[in-house]
């Protein structure tokens, strides 16, 4: 069998994570940049060597201010922190449709945990310009508390300003590499 090496297609892909905010509605973001190297035997991507990183400097809501405020010690501390890194440790399949669990250790502000993501195989296609694609739609929930994120207010109500609870969305397009 033949290794193969993938990277992402960043223009093809999203790194998005969700998050309550005053428990009644929920704020997306995204990393900008990140990047992946994933090492399979042929097309399995069920023995795949998965690892990924994103930049947190390059964490987007769609607000300046929330921005920064992720940005500094009270969340990420990009400054002291710059990566977000996963390394995948097992897969399980889930059905014959091509859903399967990945298993991994995600890094956040140096406390590593063990996460487990929810996974949908898209396909390998060849496209318009001869470049072998793999796509995949990635979904999880972690406790932002559990990595150090702990920043917390309260409403004068009492209400919680920003949940611990965040759900990963990711919408992944792999290139092979030649």
């Given at each position: ?10 223009t ?13 509605t ?6 900008d940049?990140f ?7 042929e ?9 990924f990183?994103?930049?947190?400097a ?9 921005d ?8 990420f501390?990009?400054?002291?922190y ?8 097992k ?23 063990s ?11 060849k496209?318009?310009?001869g ?27 009492g ?9 990963i969305v ?9």
């Amino acid at each position: 069998m033949a290794t193969k090496n993938w990277v992402i297609d960043p223009t093809h892909s999203e790194v998005q994570f969700k998050i309550k905010h005053l428990m009644i509605t929920t704020v997306t973001g995204s990393f900008d940049l990140f990047e992946a190297n994933v090492q399979t035997e042929e097309e399995d991507f069920m023995r795949a060597k998965v690892s990924f990183s994103a930049d947190v400097a390059s964490v987007s809501t769609g607000n300046e201010q929330r921005d920064e405020h992720l940005k500094s010690a009270d969340f990420f501390d990009a400054a002291k922190y710059p990566r977000i890194t996963f390394a995948a440790t097992k897969y399980e399949s889930v059905d014959n449709d091509g859903s399967y669990e990945l298993h991994g250790d995600l890094t956040i502000k140096d406390v590593t945990k063990s996460i487990k993501l929810g996974v949908e195989f898209g396909g390998v296609v060849k496209d318009p310009y001869g470049n072998i694609k793999a796509g995949f739609s990635i979904n999880g929930k972690i406790n932002r508390k559990d990595f150090g994120l702990t920043w917390s207010a309260v409403t004068e109500a009492g209400g919680v300003v920003v949940s611990e609870d965040v759900r990963i969305v990711c919408e992944i397009q792999l290139i092979e590499q030649q």
